[in-house]
């Protein structure tokens, strides 16, 4: 079984960002990257299939500039086989992500990807990747399990959990239940260093369908109050009419 | 000319499109799914047949609907604005990034256009039905479903009193005891962070947040919870928010309009007999 899994550059998701004051942009200023959470987390699914099944390949995939490669050299270390950066210095947006990536998928059997990106809070490749290959697609996954070329994927819902049977090739997205990623030791990051990373150059000049053309701070809450028992605590909630 | 397509995945979506449609300025066809809504492959194969013609396809924002109409998107080569929370123009949105960290104001370039948006930034407009749609064929098969019916409490995105906890309740059944015993006496519903939905205290679809569900009750009691960006993005819009914590420098004292510093194990249940 072949599995693609696509990964993001964000900015660190613990960390505190602004926009820029001229609203341009965001302030990145010191503020680290990292592989977007959930990708980690399809990663981290993929190498468990492959250290249950030695014959599954991992190849790990992103779009982006030179500095992307750092992401790409996680995922090896954390145990994809082999790396692919499509070179793109172009605006993109989620459909021009899913039309590179629907180039790219043919002849995998899966593709596991993050439910969403913790920058652009989108949620929408991967869908618009299963539309464009006509494939399948549970999204959410918080467990998958793979046996003959079908999918048994159980997803989180709206209102609790559901179970869907899907055949391969299919696109699944994670969600943070699926599993804990690991923490990558030394040794794992110097192999990385030695597995394959191709660079190839995008395979359609699809434009992007919308853009960012401001970014704004959310206006503040007004400050509150410390109250010092329950009691003025529901003196408090009351007067604000909600008691 | 631009034309409103809206799709209403459940009843309780009625209003909340009407809305939509009064702020974007144009009238509106809804069509409501039949029934149970099928897996996303054949719902999005419906909605593309029903779509030819418009412009602008809307639907709330629920994790039901991102599944779904980010396929479409995919089937049209549309156009998507997820989250909107604003309609400066119809090719202008403001949504919130980066869990809640920016509002970015997006400008589409191309139609159709796919949105989602959240019901709490919009008026309640009733509008009825235009058309059902009815869904039979699917390929991808759903073997089982579970939660709907979660006894008398209201929907957490709709509720208008929200107790939520974190990670010290410790169990689900001293969580369920503290934090669902005060929702019952509001006459309200129970969320939870990621901490606590993890660690198994909670139910995963009562997680709010980044990356949960986005709430904009009237009233939002935290008991346990530290303030996490990624929590705070989900309860932002709440009219009144509480927070109990024994943490006296803890982050959610910051955006909380009463802050009690307290034992949860002691001020909740306080709390549950006096009001
Ligand atoms: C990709 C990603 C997505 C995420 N999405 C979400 C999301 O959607 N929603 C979400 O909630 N989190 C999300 N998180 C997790 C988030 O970063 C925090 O880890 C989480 O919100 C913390 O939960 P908590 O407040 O329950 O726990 P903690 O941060 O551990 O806080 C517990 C608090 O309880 C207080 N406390 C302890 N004992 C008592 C007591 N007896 N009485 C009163 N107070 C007490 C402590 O002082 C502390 O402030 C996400 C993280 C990532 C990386």
């Not at chain 1, 996680?74 to 950066?85: N, Q, T, V, Y």
């Not at chain 1, 290959?133 to 959410?140: K, V």
């Not at chain 1, 690991?182 to 191709?198: C, E």
């Not at chain 2, 309780?12 to 300025?25: K, M, Q, S, V």
């Amino acid at each position: 079984m072949k599995i693609l899994c696509p990964i993001k550059r964000v900015v660190d998701p613990y960390a505190k960002v602004r926009p820029l004051s001229d609203g341009s942009g965001l302030d990145i200023g010191a503020v680290k990257f990292d592989v977007n959470p959930f990708d980690e987390i399809a990663v981290e699914e993929a190498v468990r299939m492959k250290e249950k099944d030695p014959t599954v390949t991992i190849t790990a995939v992103s779009i982006g500039g030179p500095e992307v490669e750092e992401q790409l050299r996680k995922a090896l270390a954390m145990g994809a086989d082999e790396a692919m950066l499509i070179e793109n210095a172009l605006p993109l947006d989620s459909s021009v992500v899913a039309a590179e990536l629907a180039h790219f998928a043919k002849g995998y059997d899966l593709v596991l990807m993050g439910k969403q990106s913790t920058d652009d809070d989108n949620g929408q490749a991967a869908q618009m990747l299963a539309a464009k290959l006509n494939w399948p697609q549970a999204t959410f996954a918080s467990s998958v399990s793979i046996v003959d070329g079908i999918a048994t994927v159980t997803r989180e819902t709206d209102t609790g959990e559901e179970t869907l049977v899907l055949p391969l090739p299919a696109v699944i997205t994670t969600d943070l239940r699926l599993n804990e990623p690991r923490y990558i030791a030394l040794p794992g990051i110097i192999k990385a260093r030695t597995k394959p990373l191709s660079k190839v150059p995008r395979a359609t000049d699809a434009g992007p369908k919308s853009r960012v053309v401001r970014m704004d701070s959310p206006p503040p809450r007004p400050a509150g109050r410390k109250v010092a028992r329950v009691d003025e605590l529901i003196a408090g909630l009351k007067e604000r009419g909600v008691l | 000319m631009p034309r409103l397509l809206l799709v209403a995945f459940a009843p309780a979506d009625n209003a909340a499109l009407g809305g939509f449609a009064e702020a974007i300025g144009l009238e509106g066809t809804l069509i409501a799914f039949e029934g149970e809504v099928p897996p996303a492959d054949a719902a999005a194969d419906a909605l593309k047949k029903e779509a030819d013609g418009f412009t602008h396809i809307a639907a709330v924002s629920s994790m039901q609907s991102k599944d779904v109409m980010a396929r479409l998107a995919g089937l049209l080569d549309a156009a998507m604005v997820t989250d909107a929370i604003k309609v400066v123009s119809p090719t202008q949105f403001v949504r919130p990034m980066v869990a809640g960290s920016v509002l970015a104001t997006v400008e589409t370039m191309h139609e159709p256009v796919v949105i989602t948006f959240r019901p709490a930034s919009f008026p309640k407009v009733e509008k009825n039905g235009d058309k059902a749609l009815k869904v039979l064929e699917t390929t991808t098969s759903r073997t089982s479903k579970s939660g709907g019916a979660k006894g008398s409490r209201p929907d957490l995105t709709q509720a208008k009193r929200i107790v939520s906890g974190g990670r010290p309740l410790k169990d689900a059944a001293t969580f369920e005891k503290i934090i669902g015993g005060l929702a019952d006496k509001l006459g309200g519903a129970v969320g939870a962070t990621r901490a606590a939905v993890d660690s198994g205290i909670a139910a995963n679809e009562l997680q709010v947040g980044q990356t949960g569900k986005i709430v904009a009750p009237d009233l939002y009691i935290a008991a346990g919870i530290s303030g996490s960006t990624q929590h705070m993005a989900g309860i932002k819009d709440s009219k009144v928010i509480v927070a109990i914590n024994t943490d006296p420098d803890a982050p959610i004292f910051e955006f909380a309009d009463f802050g009690l510093v307290a034992d949860l194990f002691t001020a909740v249940p306080e709390l549950t007999e006096k009001v």
